[in-house]
């Protein structure tokens, strides 16, 4: 079954892109064009994922957002907006957003955070109690990692990081969702502690880490485990 996603968006010229990109990626695309239309529309239909602007006639995206949630509608929220400051970005949050993505921005991104919005609605692949990959062996139950039949000492983030990993192997995650789901928002950290954290791990894990194998840069986006 297709995922349905909610596009507001009171730009023709972008709403008509995302919408035919958007449904090009195998979703259904319902739109509005201002803030009372998508507050009414995301209220009384049933959607995956709702796309919304922050600068919208009528109802601000931050109005909708709050109206929704006030409503108790959970579906999640990705907000867009021309604004760079971090205190907005922290108002969209805290009035329920799930994430957050300035104008102008790559559609190749939007694509992958759309996705993994939709994934994190569904449950991950199962984990198993051990895992391996190259000569890399991950015990789940009991958090240890060894290499070669070495222990290999990583961290609490930096094993969580790499459960996340194993468990969305061969999706493209981004460094806001990886953020979300190890750091958490409230933490507030950057995406530059997703980097590092990363270059980390690939220290302990990877044959080569200059020339990773399984924990992939997705240019621009993220990136993607394929061990």
Known sequence: MKKRILLVEDEPGLRLTLTDRLAAEGYDVSSAADGDAGFQTASTESFDLVILDVMLPGRSGFDVCRDLRQKGVEVPVLMLTARGQVADRVVGLKLGADDYLTKPFEVAELLARVEARVRRATPALASPEAYRF???????????????????????KEFHLLK????????????????????????????????VHVAWLRKKVEPLPRRPQFILTVHGVGYKFVG
């Open 134 to 156: 190259g000569v890399v062996r991950v015990d789940f139950r009991k958090t240890e990692v060894e290499k070669e039949g070495a222990t290999v000492e990583l961290s609490a």
């Open 164 to 195: 996340y990993f194993i468990e969305h192997r061969g999706a493209t995650v981004t460094r806001n969702e990886l953020l979300d789901a190890v750091w958490g928002y409230d933490a507030m950290p950057t995406t530059r502690t997703v980097d």
